[in-house]
């Protein structure tokens, strides 16, 4: 068995384009009109949304404990900071997120090691993403010496090439209501936004195109290429070293029939893989382009893609079980009809694993640092190939037993994130 340690995604490049346009703080949105913001699943930096004032640096921005933010009056000599000190990355992007209130003259934008974004003038959310420089290690908010006004909702995290979407729909006539903030009144969250979905935590929701997918992530010291709940035809894998293609190899996603019966084999409908996980060389700063092609006359469709570095855990044992969870449930319409709602379904897997005796340790350790931390799991023994034994999930079960003096015993239990 081997688990796959996810790299977080830096998406270098997409053909899949999403239509509904970002979140803007100065436009008015109707009801069922949808847009979509930035996010980033990287740990923030600064994560402060009632301004907490013991963490931030400031010279003349005063502190509203009532009101938890920091005001200017427009009477300070220059420009001020408003900052943590943290490990910025010099030449790394940056998501800023900030709120402008009690606004009346001057401008505010964000500042990421000694870089600026474009200056805020009005009350409002605003989201920036700023390449870090190399001036200092600090990141906040910036004000000019004319700024009269409030600044709260200070959030950073640092992002990716191409950052990531959630989906929001309004559910009134409004503006100037952040989404993320005010989803409970204003915003309904769908989700993540059509090209982001095969990099959630979920396998269900899927990214569809009408056409190939089409995307390149980088896979810097990553040696494995997961794909799940895809349905497609082929997929193409192009692993580059900065210079040289140094892997291009295509893979079918046909499934070979293995029943006996020449009617199946001749007439019966066409299996097709969902999972497949494929090793690609491992390098410092390689990149990975995947091309998934459709059936013919259907659309491309990826539940999710993973890569990252393939573990080699133990020896799957045999009366290992797979099996699936099921959320359909039978309801009832308005007018009596009783019929099958159909609800996600999700792989578990139980099974146990033999251990050499010096990896006792080292499992129970890598498995207590990915507890709740969704990562792959290959459960197939070296000489078998089962894409159902090829899940993404977390492990509800693990025990170790040391069961012999040679060799030990490791049950675990996965469950798929549907």
Same mark, same amino acid.
């Given at each position: 068995?081997?688990?796959?340690?996810?790299?977080?995604?830096?998406?270098?490049?997409?053909?899949?384009?999403?239509?509904?346009?970002?979140?803007?703080?100065?436009?008015?949105?109707?009801?069922?009109?949808?847009?979509?913001?930035?996010?980033?699943?990287?740990?923030?930096?600064?994560?402060?949304?009632?301004?907490?004032?013991?963490?931030?640096?400031?010279?003349?921005?005063?502190?509203?404990?009532?009101?938890?933010?920091?005001?200017?009056?427009?009477?300070?000599?220059?420009?001020?900071?408003?900052?943590?000190?943290?490990?910025?990355?010099?030449?790394?992007?940056?998501?800023?997120?900030?709120?402008?209130?009690?606004?009346?003259?001057?401008?505010?934008?964000?500042?990421?090691?000694? +870089?600026?974004? *474009? @200056?805020? /003038?009005?009350?409002? %959310?605003?989201?920036?993403? !700023?390449?870090?420089?190399? &001036?200092? #290690?600090?990141?906040?908010?910036?004000?000019?010496?004319?700024?009269?006004?409030?600044?709260?909702?200070?959030?950073?995290?640092?992002?990716?090439?191409?950052?990531?979407?959630?989906?929001?729909?309004?559910?009134?006539?409004?503006?100037?209501?952040?989404?993320?903030?005010?989803?409970?009144?204003?915003?309904?969250?769908?989700?993540?936004?059509?090209?982001?979905?095969?990099?959630?935590?979920?396998?269900?929701?899927?990214?569809?195109?009408?056409?190939?997918?089409?995307?390149?992530?980088?896979?810097?010291?990553?040696?494995?290429?997961?794909?799940?709940?895809?349905?497609?035809?082929?997929?193409?894998?192009?692993?580059?070293?900065?210079?040289?293609?140094?892997?291009?190899?295509?893979?079918?996603?046909? +499934?070979?029939? *293995? @029943?006996? /019966?020449?009617?199946? %084999?001749?007439?019966?409908? !066409?299996?097709?893989?969902? &999972?497949? #996980?494929?090793?690609?060389?491992?390098?410092?700063?390689?990149?990975?382009?995947?091309?998934?092609?459709?059936?013919?006359?259907?659309?491309?469709?990826?539940?999710?893609?993973?890569?990252?570095?393939?573990?080699?855990?133990?020896?799957?044992?045999?009366?290992?079980?797979?099996?699936?969870?099921?959320?359909?449930?039978?309801?009832?319409?308005?007018?009596?009809?009783?019929?099958?709602?159909?609800?996600?379904?999700?792989?578990?897997?139980?099974?146990?694993?033999?251990?050499?005796?010096?990896?006792?340790?080292?499992?129970?350790?890598?498995?207590?640092?990915?507890?709740?931390?969704?990562?792959?799991?290959?459960?197939?023994?070296?000489?078998?190939?089962?894409?159902?034994?090829?899940?993404?999930?977390?492990?509800?079960?693990?025990?170790?037993?040391?069961?012999?003096?040679?060799?030990?015993?490791?049950?675990?239990?996965?469950?798929?994130?549907?």
């Amino acid at each position: 068995m081997q688990i796959i340690i996810p790299k977080y995604i830096d998406l270098q490049s997409t053909n899949i384009t999403d239509t509904p346009p970002l979140w803007d703080t100065s436009t008015s949105y109707v009801s069922g009109e949808k847009v979509d913001t930035y996010y980033s699943d990287r740990p923030e930096l600064i994560n402060q949304p009632w301004m907490t004032f013991d963490f931030f640096t400031t010279t003349d921005g005063t502190f509203d404990l009532t009101n938890s933010k920091y005001t200017w009056d427009g009477s300070q000599a220059s420009s001020d900071n408003l900052y943590q000190t943290v490990d910025l990355k010099s030449g790394k992007d940056y998501l800023v997120v900030f709120a402008v209130s009690d606004y009346s003259d001057g401008n505010a934008t964000s500042y990421v090691g000694g +870089q600026t974004g *474009t @200056s805020a /003038s009005a009350d409002g %959310y605003y989201q920036q993403i !700023i390449t870090a420089g190399s &001036s200092d #290690k600090k990141a906040g908010v910036q004000v000019d010496a004319a700024f009269s006004g409030a600044i709260s909702y200070v959030s950073i995290r640092q992002i990716g090439t191409t950052p990531p979407k959630k989906r929001w729909e309004s559910q009134t006539s409004q503006s100037g209501n952040y989404p993320p903030i005010d989803d409970t009144t204003n915003w309904v969250g769908l989700g993540y936004a059509n090209s982001w979905m095969m990099f959630d935590d979920f396998t269900s929701t899927q990214t569809i195109k009408n056409g190939n997918i089409d995307i390149t992530v980088n896979s810097s010291k990553c040696n494995s290429l997961v794909l799940y709940n895809v349905y497609a035809k082929s997929v193409q894998v192009i692993v580059n070293d900065g210079s040289t293609d140094i892997m291009n190899e295509t893979f079918s996603f046909y +499934q070979p029939s *293995t @029943s006996s /019966s020449y009617w199946d %084999y001749f007439y019966a409908d !066409i299996n097709r893989y969902t &999972s497949m #996980k494929i090793n690609i060389p491992i390098g410092f700063d390689t990149t990975t382009r995947v091309i998934i092609t459709p059936l013919d006359n259907q659309d491309a469709k990826c539940g999710h893609l993973q890569v990252g570095n393939s573990r080699y855990i133990g020896a799957t044992q045999y009366g290992l079980s797979a099996y699936l969870k099921s959320w359909s449930r039978k309801d009832e319409n308005q007018f009596g009809e009783v019929y099958l709602k159909q609800g996600r379904r999700a792989k578990k897997i139980e099974f146990d694993l033999l251990l050499e005796k010096g990896a006792f340790d080292d499992v129970f350790q890598i498995l207590e640092s990915l507890d709740s931390i969704p990562i792959g799991f290959d459960v197939n023994e070296e000489t078998t190939n089962y894409t159902s034994l090829v899940i993404y999930g977390f492990y509800n079960r693990f025990r170790n037993v040391i069961s012999h003096p040679a060799f030990y015993e490791c049950a675990l239990e996965i469950q798929e994130l549907a």
